[in-house]
């Protein structure tokens, strides 16, 4: 497993070619010429296609970072920029469950903790490939306290990454051991 953080700032890229040159440099950095190709899966979560089809990949961005995990297993991925949501608190309300509300308004930091509540949130609902639609439909239990879930009969564990104003978070099997981040100058 391996993850990548890119930030576009004093570049001369915006996000979208910030994401792209960022997948980019990863793809040419683990299959050199050999370019795989890429289709859309279940629920529209991008999928390497074969031989390459034993790879998982997911990437997101926020503010000016961009980050990607790449790997054997499926993982999920999601970067918030912290006070980037003027009103978390109104957020956090009509999204999140009262357990987790419950944990914002007693934590040190509220909106830290909001923020990370949204990424653990996202990074396992995008290791699912289902969106944040899953927690609508159905309640999906968090622990917070052990950084992990339990979905469908399996379990998956959380890492959680902080950066100069960032929060990121990286959803995986427990099997896989906490990848360093590998900063990308553009």
């Excluded at 309300?93 to 009262?98: D, K, P, Q, S």
Aim: net charge negative; with cysteine.
């Amino acid at each position: 497993m391996r993850l990548f953080a890119y930030d576009i700032e004093g570049s001369d890229r915006d996000l979208k070619q910030g994401r792209m040159y960022l997948y980019d440099y990863v793809i040419s950095e683990l299959f050199g010429a050999n370019v795989p190709s890429t289709d859309t899966g279940k629920n529209g979560k991008p999928i390497f296609l074969p031989p390459y089809d034993d790879y998982h990949f997911n990437i997101s961005h926020s503010g000016s970072m961009v980050v990607m995990g790449i790997g054997k297993s499926p993982l999920g991925v999601d970067i918030e920029h912290i006070g980037r949501v003027k009103n978390y608190k109104r957020l956090a309300e009509r999204f999140f469950y009262e357990a987790e509300r419950h944990r914002i308004q007693a934590a040190d930091d509220p909106e830290r903790e909001f923020y990370r509540i949204w990424t653990f949130r996202e990074a396992f609902s995008k290791l699912v490939g289902v969106g944040v639609t899953l927690y609508e439909r159905e309640e999906i239990d968090i622990d917070y306290e052990k950084d992990s879930v339990s979905y469908d009969g399996r379990r998956y564990v959380f890492y959680e990454y902080k950066h100069s104003g960032y929060c990121f978070t990286l959803c995986v099997e427990p099997d896989e051991m906490r990848p360093d981040i590998e900063y990308i100058k553009g």
